[in-house]
């Protein structure tokens, strides 16, 4: 029987990161349980996933950002697919708590977000760069948004 070249998908994963990071050179400026996190461009970032969670996520803040960017509060975001890997590409932003503005002068939807995952784009703007888990909080922040004409 031919032998698979990859025995876990993590490893097909980690097969692409190294792409990246060896051939393409892009850094790495951020981990979290789910995607690694490379610096593509000065104005861009790439989420690759880590496991079938960050797939699932990329998949999801894709989706999110597809139907509620009017909301303005989330990063912008695209994805594109790497050896059959959904990668998400999104615009750079500066984590808050590195643009010296205070907690309490964040917009009041930020609190809500987990571990308040927002920093500002290169509009000045806030907006949320972690937010497959935040659909509550999206939701809730686009009031505008009537559920009911919610298509899928
Ligand atoms: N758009 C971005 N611009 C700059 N840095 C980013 C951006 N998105 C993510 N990062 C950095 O990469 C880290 C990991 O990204 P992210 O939080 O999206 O991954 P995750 O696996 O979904 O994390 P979590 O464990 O919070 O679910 C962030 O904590 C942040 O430091
Ligand atoms: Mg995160």
Same mark, same amino acid.
């Given at each position: 029987?031919?032998?698979?070249? @990859?025995?876990?998908?993590?490893? @097909?994963? #980690?097969?692409?990161?190294?792409?990246?990071? &060896?051939?393409? &050179?892009? !850094?790495?400026?951020?981990?979290?349980?789910?995607? $690694? $996190? #490379?610096?593509? =461009?000065?104005? =861009?970032?790439?989420?690759? !996933?880590? %496991? %079938?969670?960050?797939? =699932?996520?990329?998949?999801?803040? *894709?989706?999110?950002?597809?139907? @509620?960017?009017?909301?303005?509060?989330?990063?912008?975001?695209? #994805?594109?697919?790497?050896?059959?890997? !959904?990668?998400?590409?999104?615009?750079?932003?500066?984590?808050?708590?590195?643009?010296?503005?205070?907690?309490? /002068?964040? !917009?009041?939807?930020?609190?809500?977000?987990?571990?308040?995952?927002?920093?500002?784009?290169?509009?000045?703007?806030? $907006?949320?760069? %972690? @937010?497959?888990? *935040?659909? %509550?909080?999206?939701?809730?922040?686009? #009031? /505008?948004?009537?559920?009911?004409?919610? =298509?899928?």
């Amino acid at each position: 029987m031919k032998k698979l070249p @990859y025995k876990t998908l993590e490893g @097909y994963l #980690l097969n692409i990161e190294n792409y990246f990071k &060896k051939v393409k &050179k892009y !850094p790495e400026i951020g981990c979290g349980s789910f995607r $690694v $996190v #490379l610096q593509e =461009t000065s104005k =861009t970032v790439i989420k690759i !996933p880590i %496991d %079938d969670m960050g797939i =699932t996520c990329n998949l999801i803040e *894709n989706l999110m950002f597809k139907d @509620y960017n009017e909301s303005g509060i989330l990063a912008k975001c695209d #994805l594109f697919y790497f050896r059959k890997i !959904p990668i998400l590409r999104m615009e750079y932003v500066t984590h808050w708590k590195e643009t010296g503005i205070p907690k309490n /002068k964040l !917009p009041k939807w930020a609190n809500k977000i987990d571990h308040i995952q927002v920093g500002v784009n290169s509009k000045g703007k806030v $907006v949320c760069f %972690d @937010y497959a888990h *935040n659909w %509550d909080v999206i939701l809730g922040q686009k #009031l /505008k948004i009537n559920l009911i004409s919610m =298509t899928f």
